[in-house]
T-cell receptor, first 118, second 109 residues
Framework: GAVVSQHPSRVICKSGTSVKIECRSL??????MFWYRQFPKQSLMLMAT?????????EQGVEKDKFLINHASLTLSTLTVTSAHPEDSSFYIC??????????????FGPGTRLTVT | GQNIDQPTEMTATEGAIVQINCTYQ??????LFWYQQHAGEAPTFLSY??LDGLEEKGRFSSFLSRSKGYSYLLLKELQMKDSASYLC??????????WGAGTKLIIKP
């Protein structure tokens, strides 16, 4: 149980285009979803936290107009990287947390999406 | 501020035991997670400690001392597949995971 999927697993796009990444909780209702970015050999960096049906809370330094997050249902959150640039190339990981699921406040991670912007 | 301190890299031999230490400073504390992350993959859950003491789970054990802001992950009977990064992540007062850069563990035959 507690499976989180992410799609696509890898994406290559041209500079200036937009890319959408989907995160789904497959067997539980995710009250909260998190979006992380990880550059090589660095720690996970929390980008934003979203609760179903409400606006995402972005971490300091993360542009909300560039990284659009939608958490329209208890099983789906999307991250759209708008007008992508090569510096946005990174490993994007989502995680989900469900009330009463697993260890207190345990986050279940998706497999990640490798974004390369050319 | 919030801070996690772990060794950047450790090397150990297959079949041996290794202890990965973590010291932390957070705004409030609601437990501490250890995650394993293989290169190019997402983290996977290893352990969770909220009270002082040792939690044992198979080959992996995790220890916590809240008064010292200290935890360690103990890996026994090391296998080649244990080569990965190990992330210590305490939960702060807002129940947010605080991430360090992790410890890259290299297992040699």
């Amino acid at each position: 149980g507690a499976v989180v999927s992410q799609h696509p697993s890898r994406v290559i796009c041209k500079s200036g285009t937009s890319v959408k990444i989907e995160c789904r909780s497959l067997d539980f209702q995710a009250t909260t979803m998190f979006w992380y970015r990880q550059f090589p050999k660095q720690s996970l960096m929390l980008m934003a936290t979203s609760n179903e049906g409400s606006k995402a809370t972005y971490e300091q330094g993360v542009e909300k107009d560039k990284f659009l997050i939608n958490h329209a249902s208890l099983t789906l959150s999307t991250l759209t990287v708008t007008s992508a640039h090569p510096e946005d190339s990174s490993f994007y990981i989502c995680s989900a947390r469900g009330a009463g699921r697993g260890k207190p406040y345990e986050q279940y991670f998706g497999p990640g999406t490798r974004l390369t912007v050319t | 501020g919030q801070n996690i301190d772990q060794p950047t890299e450790m090397t150990a031999t297959e079949g041996a035991i290794v202890q990965i230490n973590c010291t932390y400073q957070t705004s409030g504390f609601n437990g501490l997670f250890w995650y394993q992350q293989h290169a190019g993959e997402a983290p996977t859950f290893l352990s969770y400690n909220v009270l002082d003491g040792l939690e044992e789970k198979g080959r992996f054990s995790s220890f916590l001392s809240r008064s010292k802001g200290y935890s360690y992950l103990l890996l026994k009977e090391l296998q080649m597949k244990d080569s990965a990064s190990y992330l210590c992540a305490p939960l702060d007062s807002n129940y947010q995971l605080i991430w360090g850069a992790g410890t890259k563990l290299i297992i040699k035959p």
